[in-house]
């Protein structure tokens, strides 16, 4: 049975990725800061799908943590068939005057984390003749709303030249950009999600399904809804004026 690592795996779109890969009959590795909630969650998913739950308390912001997970992934004795690099953060401050060490953690996780686990995982990968690599990104990597953006637009451009370079290795990969989702990440930066209508927001389940069906068809790029897929045209082909006018820092939502 095949097995997939997932990263920020305890909440939103990475739980629920890891609930529909278990309903697929894969085994899973958990990652997320929070061994209890990592317990919690793959207790629950292993006996409802009765299949094999790993957790990984891994705190991506540090070295340390990052390079657990790396090791896991080399393991060839225990190979992993597709990572899905997860975990993310919204800052919930200007860049200008903010905390350099909140900076430097979003980076860690947001970019670092993902070239290092792509690293470690893609020759395994390439020498079983198959595999996936499923990176979350956002909406947001086409706006230009502070560094936050700049993460997802690095994610976005890494996992699109990774999938040019595993051209006819077997291995895919694949990023989702999500617009709004009903997860905790609004509330973790003091972002009221009731000023956006309800019908902006695409169920976590949805971009999960849409996410894992891009592995297995081999799409490189996923932006789930057709409303999505209209604005990132949208985004993709006005003038980074207007851009940065109606998409900038100050168009982030938080309170105050």
């Not at 590795?29 to 061994?35: F, M, N, P, T, Y």
């Not at 919690?40 to 292993?46: K, M, P, Q």
């Not at 790029?221 to 980074?240: D, E, Q, W």
Request: include cysteine; proline fraction near 4%; hydrophobic fraction near 45%.
């Amino acid at each position: 049975m095949a097995t997939a690592l997932i990263t920020g795996a305890t909440s939103g779109i990475g739980r629920e990725i890891a609930w529909q890969l278990a309903a697929e009959r894969m085994n899973l590795i958990l990652v997320a800061r929070s061994a209890d909630r990592l317990e919690e969650v793959a207790e629950h998913i292993g006996q409802v799908a009765d299949v094999e739950v790993e957790v990984l308390p891994a705190d991506l912001s540090q070295a340390e943590g990052t390079l657990r997970v790396c090791e896991r992934l080399i393991d060839d004795e225990r190979p992993v068939g597709l990572l899905v690099n997860n975990a993310g953060f919204g800052l919930g401050q200007d860049f200008v005057g903010g905390d350099i060490e909140r900076e430097l953690n979003a980076l860690n996780v947001m970019v670092r984390a993902v070239l290092m686990t792509c690293h470690a995982a893609i020759p395994g990968m390439v020498a079983r003749g198959g595999g996936g690599i499923l990176n979350i990104a956002s909406m947001a990597a086409l706006t230009a709303q502070g560094t936050y953006s700049a993460h997802k637009a690095w994610v976005r451009t890494f996992t699109e030249g990774l999938a040019a370079s595993l051209k006819g290795t077997g291995v895919n990969a694949t990023v989702v950009c999500p617009g709004l989702v009903h997860t905790e990440f609004h509330e973790k930066v003091d972002v009221d999600p009731g000023q956006w209508p309800e019908s902006a927001f695409i169920p976590a389940e949805r971009v999960a399904a849409e996410a894992i069906e891009g592995v297995r068809r081999g799409k490189v790029v996923v932006t789930p809804s057709r409303r999505y897929r209209a604005l990132a045209g949208a985004l993709k082909v006005a003038p980074r004026s207007l851009v940065r006018a109606v998409a900038g820092p100050e168009r982030s939502g938080r309170r105050g």
